[in-house]
């Protein structure tokens, strides 16, 4: 409530006071009453209004306090989402650069296992020989592949039994009596696996 509105309540209420009391008015008693409850209802009416003015002072000084707490508590939740932000985006970096290092560390074992595979079809091509010669070269290159895909886990898939969508794949179907069922007669192109994964599936004729 405004101060100056206070102060001319009381002043009015002073001023009604004084005038019973210097009224001469009349002596009649009816008159002094009316005035001075008059007077106690001015005051009364200030009371009022001071009360509704703490009454609202008190819930603006709360509503301040709630909104003080709820600007800390956004500014933190800020905080949070930006150190959030910045550590997923370390994170993908760390995860891309872990991937990319994995890639390339598998991709070494691989190759150190080739390059004497490689060492020796260049040398089997440099040297002067029979073809005897040449192809004992070719086997010992050949014995050493294997030796390579034993290191690495990878094996060749069995093509000696019924044909399986899950490893072979049929290029050529003949009907023959002599076989059985879905059985492979011919392998066109090996294939590998490594553990349950096909790395190429063995290309094959299917009888039947």
Not at 68 to 78: D, F, G, V
Not at 87 to 92: A, D, M, P, S, T
Not at 169 to 182: C, L, P, R, Y
Request: charged fraction near 40%; aromatic fraction near 6%; glycine fraction near 4%.
């Amino acid at each position: 409530m405004d101060d100056k509105k206070n102060e001319d309540l009381k002043e009015e209420i002073e001023e009604k006071e004084e005038t019973v009391d210097n009224c001469d008015c009349c002596s009649d008693e009816d008159c002094k009453e009316k005035v001075k409850a008059e007077s106690e209802e001015t005051e009364n009416n200030v009371e009022t209004e001071e009360n509704k003015f703490e009454k609202l002072t008190e819930e603006l000084f709360k509503v301040k306090n709630e909104n003080s707490k709820l600007n800390n508590e956004m500014n933190a939740l800020k905080d949070r989402l930006v150190r959030l932000n910045a550590e997923y985006e370390n994170f993908r970096k760390r995860t891309a650069k872990e991937k990319e290092a994995i890639y390339t560390d598998a991709c070494a074992d691989v190759l150190k296992e080739m390059f004497g595979v490689l060492d020796n079809l260049e040398r089997a091509v440099a040297v002067e020989g029979s073809v005897e010669d040449l192809k004992q070269g070719v086997d010992m290159t050949v014995r050493q592949f294997h030796g390579a895909f034993e290191k690495l886990g990878v094996e060749e898939i069995d093509a000696s039994g019924e044909f399986d969508p899950n490893f072979h794949q049929a290029v050529m179907h003949v009907q023959d009596e002599s076989f059985g069922k879905n059985s492979i007669v011919e392998v066109f192109q090996k294939g590998y696996k490594k553990a349950d994964k096909v790395l190429r599936f063995t290309i094959v004729k299917v009888a039947n």
